[in-house]
């Protein structure tokens, strides 16, 4: 007698093409929704950024406690940099393998507003940081999606976030 005399034909015939492009296909569809919901918003983005900027700000500061030498930030179009002062040049951008390099925000966040003393911050000026601290107060409004988040340095050197949220 033959192995396959007690065998239905059905079990032999497996998945058709059909039946796997029809799981592969819903298997696609639950991810691109997982991958939807799961991405972050802007809004996300911006708090990102501004607790980054907030934590580069303190980490500049305590650098500049430590070395004696000033450290300075600069809002620029879609993000920001650190300058360090040289003897021979001024002013220079901190190297792009440095932690201070030049940031691009994410998403659409962006730097809306920078005010020192309560005044704005006229273009390619830079904010220093000293130090003993900040010289002056300052301000930065960071803005993606319905969030804004307010930095704030004060005169003794601390960065405090403030989230406004949409009423």
Do not use: K, N
């Not at 929704?33 to 950024?49: F, K, N, Q, S, T």
């Not at 001024?90 to 691009?104: C, E, K």
């Amino acid at each position: 007698m033959g192995g396959s005399a007690g065998r239905c034909a059905a079990c032999d015939r497996g998945f058709t093409l059909l039946e796997a492009l029809v799981v592969v296909f819903i298997i696609g569809l639950l991810s691109w929704g997982l991958l939807i919901v799961a991405a972050p918003g802007e809004a996300a983005h911006a708090d990102r950024e501004a607790r980054r900027l907030a934590s580069l700000l303190e980490l500049a500061l305590s650098e500049a406690r430590a070395s004696g030498r000033s450290i300075a930030w600069s809002p620029e179009p879609h993000g920001y940099s650190f300058w360090h002062w040289t003897e021979s040049a001024g002013w220079a951008r901190f190297p792009d393998t440095s932690v201070y390099r030049r940031r691009s925000f994410a998403g659409r966040s962006e730097l809306r507003e920078v005010r020192v003393d309560s005044q704005a911050l006229r273009d390619g000026a830079l904010v220093a940081l000293s130090p003993y601290g900040f010289r002056s107060p300052f301000e930065a409004r960071i803005v993606g999606g319905d969030r804004q988040v307010i930095l704030r340095g004060g005169i003794l050197g601390r960065v405090s976030l403030e989230r406004i949220h949409p009423d």
